[in-house]
């Protein structure tokens, strides 16, 4: 039976490099018996300027229904003025938590061709390899009490809040400690338990559920601030870091430059199994809607397929195929293509058609 695909490009550079990742689904379906039903729909900005809203419910539903949803990136300058639930980034942030999408998988690896481009000294990236497990339907971005109030002076107040369970920590946990067993087996939990209440129960919860289940798991703990500081000193000392929403998201775009450019990283968001196997999920690049260098040709859409790649992995179990593209992936960097984000000073620049077309070529060629 067909796997049911739901594409939703979104905003800025998102469709630009949803083109290249597509391109490479017809190949796999025509020359690897990649059996897909495909849809797609608009969301962020795209679907505001013609629906009036950064998603629509049927839209949610489909998701639900789809074996995997291959996300773009959301967010557009435009409509920076609209109040705060009609933004387009509301869009990806409906999609997790409507669908209990609680995992955000980032692995951070270094390609070796591209140990020029990464901000740091070579000696401190070369075969850097971590991932990190971000909470993402929790935390200060769903808490509650929000919002901004006048107060009686005429002032005005804003407020978002931390807030986690033990449910909430000890699932993402789960998913950390499964993914290290599969790694280099350890895991470095990561919060603010020097002053957050959240950060405490989040240390204990992690710590209690490693001795009941995890002891072949190394764990360790780290205060986030610590954390962004270790991650420019010595990355390489990280196999698995876990952490909560607003921390992983931030520490997520720092890690990524240590590889060379954001235009490098994927990302899976994984929910809970549904009970008859299938676990909802969502791939999406972490670079978000590069707005401005949208609509230029310009964009990277190595991250993009990339998530197709653990697409294909996760929710597909179709190894062969991921195994492939992220092989094609490297070869063409190895051959010296570059997009303008990775390039070094005075290399030659490709196009992201370019790009994209190179690694369904050397797809051919190695297959
Ligand atoms: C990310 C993005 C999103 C987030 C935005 C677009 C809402 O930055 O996926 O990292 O903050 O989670
Ligand atoms: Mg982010």
Known sequence: MAYKLLLLPGDGI?????????????????????????????????????????????????????????????????????????????????????????????????????????????????????????ETVGGVYFGEPRGIETLPDGTRKGVNTEVYTTPEIERVARVAFEMARLRDGRVCSVEKCNVMESGLLWKEVVTDLHRRDYQDVELSHMLADNCAMQLVRAPRQFDVIVTGNLFGDILSDLASMLTGSLGMLPSATLGSDNGSGKRAALYEPIHGSAPDIAGKGIANPLAQILSLAMLLRY??????????????????????????????????MVSTEEMGQAVVKKMSELA
């Open 315 to 348: 929710s597909l179990q179709r190894t062969g195929d991921a195994d492939l593209i992220e092989m094609a992936v490297t070869r063409v960097l190895e051959d010296g293509l570059r997009t303008a984000d990775i390039a070094t000073k005075g290399e030659a």
């Open 14 to 134: 998102g469709p630009e490099v949803m083109v290249q990742a597509l391109s490479i689904i017809r190949w796999l379906q025509d020359h690897r018996d990649l059996d897909v039903e495909l849809d797609k729909d608009l969301v962020g900005g795209a679907s505001l300027a013609v629906h009036e809203v950064p998603i629509r419910d049927e839209v949610i539903e489909k998701a639900k229904e789809a074996d995997a949803v291959l996300f773009g990136s959301v967010g557009d300058p435009k409509w920076k003025d609209v109040s705060f639930d009609r933004r387009p980034e509301v869009a990806i942030l409906r999609l997790r938590k409507d669908l209990g999408l609680y995992a955000n998988l980032r692995p951070v690896r270094l390609f070796d061709p591209l140990l020029s481009a990464s901000a740091l000294k070579p000696e401190v990236v070369k075969g850097l390899d971590l991932m990190i497990v971000r």
